[in-house]
């Protein structure tokens, strides 16, 4: 998990926090109990921060709007997470159960539209270009999980396909937050650019990290199974090189892949496969490409603590381990 | 159905029909055959068409903003149709298959999320009162959910606590149609609070009517089978009527609604046990109520054919039989 401290942007983090939970205040409790329960089972909170330290690294002196914007974020990412769970049949979620097992599958529904809806109540202030920026994000989350879902165990996804799904179901969140940030900072429109440019490379890579866990991480550490991509035979880059590593587990992978659905078995057969095929290695070469871009972009942003942070930033995305 | 020319904004109701058409185009054309088939399933188009008669009825000329405003309070309208059915494990809407049968539970969620977003692209160009006002509609739908969830089967439901959800789920959209309609319009200050009041109590009667269609329409034209309220254990109007029709049908229809899941059988009884009781009749005069509430608070509107329109469609809505 990320942390404020880490990056100095402690008191920013908080305020978004505070913004957050004031937000998702409701008549009726329940609302309010299952929104708290997503938010706070923890996550990464990597929108907030990406939006608050682009702000920092364009020298912007008041926090109010990327405060705001920051919360919408990470509430829209809440929702879909919520949403996510229940089309994914998802039982764990950040090392807890899922909000639909937990409050039922209506409540839970209600409540992710309720967190959409509390995201653009704060959204919806802003001027036109924003609203249409965070629109247009939400829209990507959207299209992603129908494209994402399009390409289950599909053989002949190509990489360019994989990257435009995870562009729009991760980078662009991301992206937007680093976008807006740098607006609200009074950033020169290079470093708007800059730090646009900055966020889609550092989503990437948060994407292709987050695939990589899914198959080679601990999920001790993880707080939550790894197999879940193989279990819903999502196309994700660690099954676009195994399936592309010339021997033949292509085709026990294909096979597994073109089931209708996956046992506990085929899922561990599944993982042992990519695992040994190189696909993580590889995998984590794209990574650090994104993660290398990312820095790259950087570089019209003015020097200070900010950028320095964002720099650590990337470094901390492609090195995690949860 | 409604229909504009009976309401002389045939015009009017076309240009809103565009706009949400527009509004509705995705990369992924999945979405939009989603968004599409449920919004093209028709529906009664209740609130463009209180908000286009707002704003003619307070001399409104240009058209722009109501349309924009109309055609978002029908997408937000669509979008909570698509959750609701997978809530209410609805089979058919309108006379068709509801969306998640056809589409699949998961593209079906994934569309209600992008009907409410594109309405939020829509409202949130609009200055803050109205973005406020918009999102405390989308507010109240969610948290009526939540309560009439928690009623369900709970015979110590309250009439007020009855109208309280259906002033949330169906009043209250309705209503800031007919305010937004009024305010775009130049409506006065008194001519704007007497659309919203007038918008309250038509609601209010077009919600009571629903119920009574579900207890006593006829299915063919409807389109839809009866009784869904009781399959859910609704506390609707009639429900509560019944209840307290003092003879011997409170332990009959007690029994039903407490039982954790209906069967067809039981429903046929309850719905025979609630015509019988005279809730139907007893209902009627309630919307017939909230409809005279309805033309009376139209009294501060200046006089012409927008108003006289206003004043039909209460007598439309409370005598409709589908």
Do not use: W
């Not at 599958?105 to 249409?132: S, T």
């Not at 550490?221 to 197999?227: D, I």
């Amino acid at each position: 998990m990320t942390s404020g401290v880490d990056f100095g942007v402690e008191k920013e983090l908080t305020l978004v926090e505070e913004r957050i939970q004031e937000s998702i205040h409701s008549q009726e409790p329940l609302l309010t109990d299952i929104a708290r329960y997503v938010i706070q089972a923890g996550g990464k909170r990597i929108r907030p921060l990406v939006a608050v330290l682009a702000n920092k690294a364009v020298g912007g002196k008041n926090l109010d709007r990327v405060v705001e914007i920051a919360a919408a974020l990470e509430l829209i990412h809440s929702a879909t997470l919520v949403h996510d769970d229940i089309n994914d049949d998802g039982g764990f979620r950040r090392g807890r159960t899922a909000a639909y097992r937990k409050f039922g599958l209506q409540n839970a529904l209600v409540a992710g539209d309720f967190l959409f809806v509390k995201a653009f109540a704060i959204g919806g202030r802003f001027e036109p270009e924003v609203v249409e920026l965070t629109a247009a994000v939400c829209t990507g989350l959207a299209e992603a999980e129908i494209v994402q879902k399009r390409h289950i165990g599909d053989l002949s996804t190509t990489r360019d396909q994989y990257l435009e799904i995870i562009r729009r179901k991760t980078a662009m969140p991301i992206s937007a937050g680093a976008r807006l940030g740098a607006m609200f900072g009074g950033g020169t429109p290079e470093e708007v650019e800059a730090l646009t440019v900055y966020g889609t490379n550092l989503g990437l890579a948060f994407q292709i990290v987050d695939d990589i866990l899914d198959v080679a991480g601990d999920p001790r550490v993880l707080g939550k199974p790894v197999g879940t991509d193989l279990k819903e035979g999502n196309m994700t880059l660690l099954v676009l090189h195994a399936l592309n590593d010339g021997s033949d587990v292509r085709g026990h992978l294909s096979r597994i892949l073109q089931q209708p659905a996956r046992s506990e078995a085929d899922i561990a057969q599944g993982l042992a496969l990519i695992r040994d095929s190189g696909a993580v290695d590889r995998a984590r070469v794209d990574a650090e490409h994104f993660g290398f871009l990312a820095i790259a972009a950087l570089d019209p942003v003015r020097p200070g603590p900010g950028k320095d942070a964002l720099a650590r930033l990337v470094d901390f995305v492609v090195r995690r381990n949860a």
